[in-house]
């Protein structure tokens, strides 16, 4: 045995010894008034402090990555939009840039850039979304009714262009479903230029006021090395100064249009709010660029034949962080798998780090900092 | 005048949805849909609670906890199942862990249409709810009363 | 772009799994995920990692019931990952810190994404999902 296997190996055995001093089990959740989603987790305390936190999922385990057996693979998009309803527009693009990557079908030049806009609608309607939902948590109530409010503005244009609110059902296999006119986009871009004032006034407030600031200062921190090497995604990642955003990769029309990642280097819950906040503000700025650059012609190609055997990831960038795709294909209409690796799968070990040695009043707000989806992590 | 036809309270379950039924619920209570010009206000606490708003379909982990939550709540309750997940399992009706609509595991008075429900209709189905709880809240005061009746006059045979 | 998404991925045998996942750890490469597909004799996994915007996944061909070591003692993040491998597809995969002894989804059935047939696996069965929401044992 080399030095290094047995390295390896040594660590696989050294004991935990954390968990045998006999610490205070609290139960949190499943049903609890911080999320709507159910999420449970052990947490173990000793007096007020948090040793550590063992979550347990399964509440909305559906199993729908074995339903791709049973149907088609361009009927299937409809059943991945419904993997989350938060980032349904993203996860539906996402199953249709790993199957048009399986089936060699390049997109018309308008439908990626639609992709991107709504991409990013739905980007700034689910930070918002967690912008409420956080300043609840923080007993924030007129803040969590403002920015629910500036949300239904973002909504409304999500149900002009694409004709759903949350589960959007344009995205399919080829391209996209809907073509609103230049008209309505221009006609869109002005009522998010509103949106886009009040949330700059949102995030103002959430960011200088001095009681968040007191809750959410130096609390959760999350050390750079400690949030890379346990995998974590997303502005978890950025907000302890790693600069990873799958935008990058230039799908849809990121690599024409040009982004800039976002990072922060505090690693605490302040830093994740203030990613998210500039997030949004980068968003708008995408949606503007998207529209004045959106080029005429068909939005979508028909998906002819088969899939050929094979396989293939995809990547993209969601509101909570890198998510991965993977289809393979054996060459019949229903695929063989489908996988998708989503951002809260990959964040929740470095949630459970964050938790540890925080108190437990602070439970609550760490875990809103993160944003967690559980109908995405359950699947 | 029934005060709980005008003053219901919330509270609302999440059994395995995709959250999209989720967030627009959440949305009937903010300022553009506003549920509590009905006078509704949602409670976490199933004992104060009389309209159960559940979302998504119901499988063999989290089908106790929907029957828990229901049979906490005091008499007279409506449930109300939003989303075709709630109906039936929707999308997901042929999911290894889907056994099926909440209608499986607890009664059902209120079903709302869509995936995902939109606002307005979650707003009317929890406006038809109330109506429901107030028939039901009569029934319950008409066979108090006929009991009442019927013990007065069982002591006056004595 | 296709190439960029899909990265490379490098077959290996099931011993140069730990040694080849430590010498991405040490080049700085981040675990993207482990995946999982069934096949009839067995399971094959892919481990992703990521180094910027590079992907490169080793993958190995994991016949039924032979144990496949945990790499959560290089990356403690794959805990998730591999608990949730070995309560869908059966793979045993020994040593993971982080057990959670079955309990992941706890659906009722078990092993549901496996391919390999019922009989192959009853012998030993450490991981069945048999229901009950107990809480996880084991050590995080
Ligand atoms: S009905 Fe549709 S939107 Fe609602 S929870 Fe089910 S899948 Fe999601």
């Known amino acids: 045995m080399s030095g290094q296997d047995k390295r390896v190996q040594d660590a696989a055995h050294a004991p935990r010894e954390d968990f045998v001093k006999g610490p205070t089990v609290i139960p949190f959740g499943p049903q609890h008034p911080v999320l709507p989603e159910p999420l449970h987790f052990d947490l173990l305390l000793e007096d007020e402090k948090v040793l550590g936190a063992i979550p347990q999922i399964g509440y909305i385990h559906r199993g729908l990555e074995l339903l791709v057996e049973k149907r088609d693979f361009a009927d299937y998009v409809h059943v991945a939009e419904r993997i989350c309803g938060i980032c349904s527009f993203m996860h539906g693009m996402g199953y249709c840039e790993a199957v048009e990557s399986l089936l060699g079908l390049p997109i018309p030049d308008r439908a990626r850039y639609l992709r991107t806009f709504w991409c990013e609608l739905e980007r700034v309607h689910s930070h918002l979304l967690w912008m409420g939902l956080a300043a609840d948590a923080l007993g924030f109530e007129s803040l969590f009714m403002a920015a629910w409010r500036t949300r239904e503005l973002v909504l409304d244009v999500a149900e002009e262009t694409a004709g759903g609110r949350v589960i959007f059902g344009s995205a399919i296999v080829g391209g996209v479903s809907k073509d609103p006119s230049d008209e309505t986009l221009a006609r869109c871009i002005k009522a998010l230029a509103l949106a886009r004032e009040e949330v700059k006034r949102l995030s103002m407030v959430m960011l200088q006021n001095i009681t968040v600031r007191h809750r959410l200062e130096g609390v959760g921190v999350l050390s750079a090395d400690a949030a890379y090497a346990l995998g974590a995604v997303g502005p978890m990642l950025r907000a302890s100064g790693r600069a990873y955003d799958a935008r990058s990769l230039g799908y849809a029309a990121y690599g024409e249009i040009g982004f800039e990642t976002v990072v922060e280097t505090a690693g605490d819950c302040m830093a994740r709010a203030i990613v998210r906040a500039r997030e949004i503000e980068q968003s708008f700025a995408i949606m503007d660029k998207v529209v004045a650059a959106i080029p005429a012609g068909p939005v979508s190609v028909p998906a002819k034949g088969m899939p050929p055997k094979g396989e293939s990831f995809a990547r993209l960038e969601q509101p909570r962080g890198e998510v991965v795709y993977y289809v393979r294909s054996n060459g019949t209409r229903n695929l063989e798998r489908f996988r998708v690796r989503t951002p809260t799968f990959a964040n929740v070990p470095a949630m459970v780090e964050a938790m540890r040695g925080s108190s437990l009043a602070d439970v609550p707000t760490i875990v809103l900092t993160i944003d967690p989806c559980i109908s995405c992590t359950e699947r | 005048m ?157 | 772009m296709t190439e960029q998404h899909n990265g490379s991925i490098i077959p290996i045998e099931i011993g140069a799994l730990l040694p080849e996942t430590d010498a991405l750890r040490s080049a700085g490469w981040r675990l993207v995920q482990v995946l999982c597909v069934g096949s009839a004799d067995g399971a094959e996994l892919s481990y992703s990692f990521g180094l910027d915007l590079e992907m ?60 390999v047939s019922i009989k192959a696996i009853s012998s030993e069965d450490p991981g069945a999902a048999t229901g009950g929401a107990a809480s996880m044992g084991g050590a995080l």
Request: with cysteine; charged share 25%; glycine share 8%.
């Open chain 2, 2 to 158: 029934s005060s709980i036809e005008r003053s219901p309270w919330l509270i609302h379950y999440d059994a395995s949805s995709c959250n999209g039924c989720d967030i627009e619920v959440l949305a009937c209570l903010t300022p553009v849909y506003d549920a509590e010009r009905f006078g509704c206000i949602v409670t976490g606490d199933p004992k104060q609670a009389d309209i159960f708003l559940v979302t998504g379909s119901v499988n063999h982990l989290n089908a106790p906890i929907v029957k828990n939550i229901y049979d906490q709540m005091p008499e007279p309750k409506a449930v109300v199942a939003i989303g075709a997940c709630a109906y039936s399992g929707g999308v997901f009706a042929e999911c290894y862990n889907v056994s099926g609509g909440v209608a499986s595991t607890i009664p059902v008075d209120v079903y709302v249409p869509g995936c995902a429900a939109k606002p307005e209709s979650i707003l009317d189905g929890v406006v038809r709810a109330a109506q429901i709880l107030k028939e039901k809240e009569k029934a319950m005061r008409a066979t108090r009363k006929a009991e009442r009746k019927g013990r007065k006059a069982e002591g006056a045979q004595r």
């Open chain 3, 56 to 115: 490169r996944s080793l993958r190995v061909t994991v016949p039924a019931e032979t144990p496949l070591p945990s790499v959560t003692a290089i990356y403690p993040g794959a805990f998730l990952y591999e608990n949730e491998i070995r309560d869908l597809f059966g793979v045993r995969i020994e040593r993971i810190a982080g057990d959670w002894e079955g309990k992941v989804y706890d659906v009722a059935m078990g092993k549901l994404f496996s391919k």
